[in-house]
Nanobody, 123 residues
Framework: VQLQASGGGLVQTGGSLRLSCSTS????????MGWFRRAPGREREIVAA????????TYTDSVKGRFTISRDKSKNTVYLQMDSLKPEDTAVYYC?????????????????WGQGTQVTVSS
């Protein structure tokens, strides 16, 4: 399974970005998917996750109300809409395909990872 993340960039505080992650195989449409991020000097952390149907989502507390995860199964693509961005959101963002169909916040629940896209929020 290949994942291609895109949409990162440089944005000012309060701005928005939309990340996209396309997958190469239709089997990912039956799997939960997630977005993670790693900031310099910090551990990788879950940002948001979505189940295979797209009707169940979960978010880390710091992004609740600002970020929205969604998926388009017909396009084998998952999105992360990021609004009201803050400098502390600066990180490399990774998408991942889950081993199962449910949402998960655990890194070990994910089998395939994209290459990452840089998000930089200036103050």
């Amino acid at each position: 399974v290949q994942l291609q993340a895109s949409g990162g960039g440089l944005v000012q505080t309060g701005g928005s970005l939309r990340l996209s992650c396309s997958t190469s195989r239709r089997t990912s449409s039956n799997n939960g998917m997630g977005w993670f991020r790693r900031a310099p000097g910090r551990e990788r952390e879950i940002v948001a996750a979505i189940n295979w149907r797209g009707d169940s989502t979960t978010y880390t507390d710091s992004v609740k109300g600002r970020f929205t995860i969604s998926r388009d199964k017909s396009k084998n693509t998952v999105y992360l809409q990021m609004d009201s961005l803050k400098p502390e959101d600066t990180a490399v963002y990774y998408c991942a395909v889950g081993r199962g169909s449910a949402t998960s916040t655990r890194t070990e629940s994910y089998a395939y990872w994209g290459q990452g896209t840089q998000v930089t929020v200036s103050s």
